[in-house]
C-alpha cells in the first residue's frame, strides 16, 4: 500500500498521470471523460492496480475510449425511469421494489449502468442522497403496496452513506410490516471494508428486517484478506451475503478467473447469485463481450465447480422489461422426449411421462 497509503482518493486526471496511469499526453481525453462520468479511486484500490490495463485498472481508471457511444447506448439502460414510483423509488416486479438511497459511490465503476445518474450525473448533486420529503413519499407509497415483501436498497452505493442516515432508513422501515427482507447492493465491503463498523452493522439491524447483503465484485484481487475479514463480520453479526459480478472484457472473460472469484466468494461464506451480462450502458463498448462468449464461459463453470459456485447468468432487457436468464440451454425437445446434455456434452435421451401424454395440436 506504499504509493497510496495517504488514504486520499483519486479523482483528478492529472492525479492518475502523476502515479504513472496515463501519459501527460492523454491529459486532455481524460479530463473530458472524467467531465463526462466521474472518477474516484480510494487509496485501497489505487493500491490493488498494478498495470493500469490490469483487471482492476480496467474497471476504475478513466479511458478514452469512454468517449465513443454506440446507437444502442442508452443512459438508462434497465429502463428505470419507466417504473419509477417516487423519488428513487423504482417497482419493476411485484413482490419487490428498489430504493437509490445515494447517487454517491466511494469508487466508480467505468461499466456502470447507471453512470449517467451517480457521481456529478446524479439528479440530486454530486452529494446527493434521497432528502426527507423524497423519502416520505418513497415511504408512502411502500406502505400502501402490501405485496412489497423485499426492499433492495441500492444507489450510488447504499453503505457508503452515513450511519445517521441508514439508521434513520431501518427506522422508518421498521414500522412497514409487509417488508419482511432488506437488500443491500454495495461494493462497500470488498473496496472499502474500513466502513463495515460495529456503528453501521448496528443501524443496518435496526430495521428488525431479515438482512442480505449483495456484495458487487468482479475479479478475486478486490477479496482481500482486509475485504474478507469485513464480510465475516456483516455474516457472523446475522447478515447473509450474495454475490453479483459484472461479466467485463479484460477483466474476468476467462474461465479460470471466474472460477478463482465464485470460489472466493464461497469462502468467504458468500453465495454467487447473478452474473451480469454488461449493459448497454453509454461509453461502455470497450468492456461488453457477446452474449454468446458469457454462454460459453458459464458452461466452463457447470460441472467443473461446485453447485455452490454457480452464479446464474442474466441480461437485463433495455426498456425495463426485467432481467432475462441468459445461460445456456442443456435441455431441448426431441421427438415425443427430450435430449439432454452433460456437463462433459454428452448428449442423452430423455423420455418423460408428460412427453407421451403431450397431446398433438
Ligand atoms: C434487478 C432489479 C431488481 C432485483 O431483481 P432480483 O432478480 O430479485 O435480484 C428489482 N428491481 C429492479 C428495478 C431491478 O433492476
Ligand atoms: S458501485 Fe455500482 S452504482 Fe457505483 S459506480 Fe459501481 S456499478 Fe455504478
Redesign the pocket.
Known sequence: MSRFSSGKTLTRPDELIAAGWAAPAQAKELAEVAARYSVAIPAGVAALIERPDDPIGRQFLPDAAELRTLPQERADPIGDDVHQVAPGLIHRYPDRALLKLTGV?P???RF????AR?GANNPAGPQGVLDEAALDEAFAYLAAHREIWELIVT???PLAVSERRLADLSRRLRAVDHIKILRFHS?VPALTPERITPGLIAALKASGKTLYVAL?ANHPRELTPEARVACGKLIDAGVAMVSQTVLLRGVNDDVETLSALMRAFVEARIKPYYLHHGDLAPGTSHLRLPLDVGQNLVRGLLGRLSGLCQPIYVVDIPGGHGKAPAGPAYVAREGAGWLIEDWRGGRHVYGDDAGSARKKP
Open positions: 459511490c469508487v466508480y465503476c456502470c449502468f447507471r453512470r451517480v444507489g450510488g452505493d461494493r458487487h
